[in-house]
T-cell receptor, first 112, second 117 residues
Framework: RKEVEQDPGPFNVPEGATVAFNCTYSNSASQSFFWYRQDCRKEPKLLMSVYSSGNEDGRFTAQLNRASQYISLLIRDSKLSDSATYLCVVNRITGGGNKLTFGTGTQLKVEL | NAGVTQTPKFQVLKTGQSMTLQCAQDMNHEYMSWYRQDPGMGLRLIHYSVGAGITDQGEVPNGYNVSRSTTEDFPLRLLSAAPSQTSVYFC????????????????FGAGTRLSVL
């Protein structure tokens, strides 16, 4: 089983729709969580960190469920510019320091 | 601000050739890492460094060497290129410490697309 798993998609949604992505992680010792956005043929960029109590940044809401070991990202009122691949990233502390594990990403296509 | 700068952006090598991918950051970050990204595999850590003079292996280190003589630079060397090393390579840096949820944030360079024939 992969340490971080995401549905690869693609999710094709109309502009203005609400879309949600889930990500599951296998290691209960994971401590911090992030969503990154990656545009086609570009580098990943941080979208938002995910806090235990859940957090919101404009149209984006991230949730963490430690008991079920999953993270979610909700995008409201989708824009064409939201089309990208969304990477779930999980960090845990190991003997060698921090270990970041990246999911393979979920592709979102927002259409007119 | 330049952030993380990678060169070259594109490179084609023949099997057996060696080369160095350059990475520099101007944010005074202590942590630097090299990843490769392949279809369906996600980003995989090759090597990382927690400070000048300190490097360690990641998940897929074979065939690559690194050194960290300064805080700013973290070059990745391919010793003898193989077709299996065809990939997109990303360098990233991260600040040490910081508030929970903000540390360990990776700042990526634009990537190097490498093809090995």
């Amino acid at each position: 089983r992969k340490e971080v798993e995401q549905d690869p998609g693609p999710f094709n949604v109309p502009e203005g729709a609400t879309v949600a992505f889930n990500c599951t992680y296998s290691n209960s010792a994971s401590q911090s969580f992030f969503w990154y956005r990656q545009d086609c043929r570009k580098e990943p960029k941080l979208l938002m960190s995910v806090y235990s109590s859940g957090n919101e940044d404009g149209r984006f809401t991230a949730q963490l469920n430690r008991a079920s070991q999953y993270i979610s990202l909700l995008i409201r009122d989708s824009k064409l510019s939201d089309s990208a691949t969304y990477l779930c990233v999980v960090n845990r502390i190991t003997g060698g320091g921090n270990k970041l594990t990246f999911g393979t990403g979920t592709q979102l296509k927002v259409e007119l | 601000n330049a952030g993380v700068t990678q060169t070259p952006k594109f490179q084609v090598l023949k099997t057996g050739q060696s080369m160095t991918l350059q990475c520099a950051q101007d944010m005074n970050h202590e942590y630097m890492s090299w990843y490769r990204q392949d279809p369906g595999m996600g980003l995989r850590l090759i090597h990382y460094s927690v400070g000048a003079g300190i490097t360690d292996q990641g998940e897929v280190p074979n065939g690559y060497n690194v050194s960290r003589s300064t805080t700013e630079d973290f070059p990745l060397r391919l010793l003898s290129a193989a077709p299996s090393q065809t990939s997109v390579y990303f360098c990233a840096s991260s600040p040490k410490g910081g508030r929970t949820g903000t540390k360990n944030i990776q700042y990526f360079g634009a990537g190097t697309r490498l093809s090995v024939l």
